[in-house]
Structure formats: C-alpha cells, structure tokens
C-alpha cells in the first residue's frame, strides 16, 4: 500500500448499526488520504457488512473474532493497540458506547479499547430514544470526560422509520474530526477563532443579485484548520459551494451589512479574525421590490460602496488580538497587497491572485504570498487551500508567542 509522509495508522470499528454499509467509503476515503486502516467489525456488524469489502479496500485481512488463528501475532489486540494512531468507531451503538463507558471487554474491540493509549472518536448511530435515554446520555458523558472525541450524530430520516436525532453524520464530517483527532498541533487550545467564508449576495430585485464567485473553500480550510489545532471556531458564511467543517459553529451573512454587523459583534470576543470571505464592494443603491422587466432599452444601475468589513474589525481591534486579511488580485499582486495590509491596519494579509485556473475563487489550489507589518514575505507558490491554511496558522501562531 501506498503511504504518505503523513500516514496514520488507523484502526476503524465497525458495530452493528444500519448504517455499518458507510463505514466502506470511510475506509476508501481514509485510504485516498494517504492513511492505514485496520478494520475490525464486531459480530452484529457481521451480518450487516461483509469483511471481503473491507480487506479489497484495505489491502488488509480484517478482524471479526476474538480468537481466529491469525498468521501474524501483529493482529493481537495488544499489538494493533500499541501501533494505532486514532480509533475511529463508525457507526458506535448504544452498545459499544456503554462498553467502553463502563470498562467491558467481551469482544475484540471492547477489549482493545481498553488497552490502547490512542485517541478514541465515536461516530454515534442509533434510534433517537436510544440516543437520548439516560443511560446512553450519561456513557457519553463519562467517555468525554476521558478524553474521547465525539462527531454527529445528525438528525434526519432514520433506519426505524423515525424522524430524528441518532443518524450517523456524513462522512466529509467524519472525516474532518478525524483529521482533528490526528493533529498533533494544539496551540489554539482556549482560543476562539472567527472566520468569514464564502461570497456576499447583493438583491438586485426579488430574483437577482450581485455577487461573485468564491466558493468558500479557503474560508472551510481556514476553520477547519483551527478547529485540528483545538481552537473554539465561528465561520460567518456568506454563500458557499462546500459546506462548513462540522465542529464550527455557524452564522450565515447574506449581504455585506450582514456581515460587517455580525463580524463586529463577534470580533469583540475573538483572539483571531480572520477574513477570507469575498465581500461585494458595491450593491444597487434603490433594489427593486419586484422582479426587473425587459423593456429593450437596457438597464442603468446605481450602485453605492458596501462597507469594509475587516478594516470596521480592525479599527476596533484590542491588544493582542490578531486581525488577518485576503488580498485577492488580478494585477500588482504585491503592491495592493501591501497598501491594504498599511490602510487596513492587519496583522497579516494572504495575497493570492485569482486570474488563473488554478489559483483563486473555485480552485482547489492556490498561489499565494503571506506578507507581514515588517514587510516579510513567504512565498507559497502553488499550494492547496489547505496547505495555505496550516502555513498561515503556524505564522498566526508566531504572532502569538
């Protein structure tokens, strides 16, 4: 199997739930990423999911008993304990849940769970009376209280015919708490952390807008990587192709007034702010109430300047706290750049040009120069949204100490 610099071992329990079918798109996308994966299915599991699945996936003979005559003492709970990186149990019953809660150890899993030192993140899915019931309430409390992560569950349609609380939370959520349980950088813990994301919509009439074309991906990396490095996360999303990481709380701004009004309020409590979002710089000065007819002559707008949203935050800003910046450019990349970090009194500012396929507003990538008040400039040429997100918090991180 193919492994990467930042390959995890990663052992992947599967109980028996419903929803025990997307622990395979778990593990393929656990794989994609570059990690190991061990799964281990528990008995009810057995009859749900197959183990040929997972070992075709894996590359990697799959655990189901307690006893089997394993080739390799590698597969011994104590060993697969030792070695593993991150516990993942997708889906976690009520059953596993109370297991481990309580320190029982009847089956390979329970058992292991009780020998490893790894990180432990349940992905709970069940019945919402089962979800909710005292019992089931109180394990997940006391397996916090040790240090274990939790990721959903999510409410919707489940299994038993019932609307509600209990089914297991999409899989891009899954796999972002585990790339938050794997971090191994917490120097946000305590902080809170604001980001904006996304593109503001300005109404032209009941039907149309003017707006642009972010799609929020820098602004979902940006608070995704806050929340690996254990900070308290906001995103103020304006509109978004990609939907915030789960974790975050969100609060959604439409226009730019939003968005300065809501960026204001929380700015006042937050350590870092940063300001990813594209904020329309104009909007129609009189919206029609109703929807805008043909006329063949053409239309003529008024158009009135919105407010700017980072530098209303920076212009409040209290000692210690940091207010970071996006330039996004078509021309003279460095020289806008700079003259907005000066006008806009930030911290930093990320310059990234957006007049290339594979840079800017869609892309996956993105090229870009991170400059600092001493004039500083690290070059990241062509990078991941993600990758610009880590080196843009291990600077914010410089700022702090």
Not at 150 to 171: E, H, K, W, Y
Not at 217 to 240: D, N, P, Q, S
Not at 373 to 398: H, M, W, Y
């Amino acid at each position: 199997m193919k492994r990467t610099t930042s390959s995890k071992e990663i052992v992947l329990g599967v109980t028996g739930s419903i929803a025990a079918y997307k622990a395979c798109e778990i593990s393929s996308r656990l794989i994609e990423r570059g990690h190991a994966v061990t799964a281990v299915l528990t008995e009810s599991a057995r009859h749900l999911v197959g183990a040929a699945s997972f070992e075709a996936l894996t590359g990697r003979r799959v655990i189901t008993a307690m006893f089997e005559p394993f080739a390799s003492p590698e597969i011994e709970h104590i060993a697969v304990a030792q070695r593993a990186d991150l516990f993942l149990i997708a889906p976690a019953t009520a059953n596993i849940l109370a297991k481990a809660a309580r320190g029982m150890a009847d089956d390979w899993l329970s058992t292991t769970l009780l020998a490893t030192r790894a990180p432990i993140l349940f992905a709970p899915a069940m019945n919402t009376n089962m979800y909710n019931h005292p019992a089931t309430q109180e394990n997940i409390e006391i397996l916090k209280a040790r240090g274990c992560a939790f990721v959903g569950p999510g409410t919707g349609n489940l299994a038993c015919g019932t609307v509600g609380i209990g089914r297991m939370i999409d899989v891009p959520a899954i796999l972002d708490a585990v790339e938050a349980a794997l971090c191994e950088t917490k120097d946000l813990v305590g902080l809170s952390v604001v980001v904006t994301a996304g593109g503001t919509r300005e109404p032209l009439d009941p039907v149309r807008f003017l707006g642009n074309h972010s799609s929020g991906k820098m602004g979902r990396a940006l608070a995704l990587e806050a929340l690996k490095r254990g900070a308290r996360v906001t995103v103020i999303a304006g509109h978004m192709d990609v939907a915030p990481p789960e974790g975050a709380e969100v609060v959604v701004a439409q226009t730019a007034n939003e968005m300065a009004e809501i960026a204001l309020s929380l700015a006042q409590d937050a350590d870092i702010f940063v300001g990813a979002a594209a904020v329309g710089d104009f909007r129609p000065e009189d919206p029609s109430e109703e929807k805008l007819k043909r006329s063949g002559k053409g239309l003529k707008l008024a158009l009135v300047e919105n407010p700017d949203v980072i530098s209303q935050v920076a212009a409040l800003k209290r000692d210690g706290q940091l207010v970071v910046g996006f330039a996004a450019e078509t021309d003279n990349l460095m020289k806008n750049a700079k003259a907005k970090l000066k006008k806009k009194q930030l911290d930093l500012i990320v310059a990234n040009e957006v007049n290339t396929e594979d840079s800017g507003f869609g892309a996956d990538t993105l090229r870009a120069r991170l400059i600092d008040t001493e004039g500083n400039v690290e070059e990241l040429d062509l990078a991941t949204k993600e990758e610009v997100a880590k080196r843009l918090f291990d600077r914010i991180s410089d700022l702090l100490d």
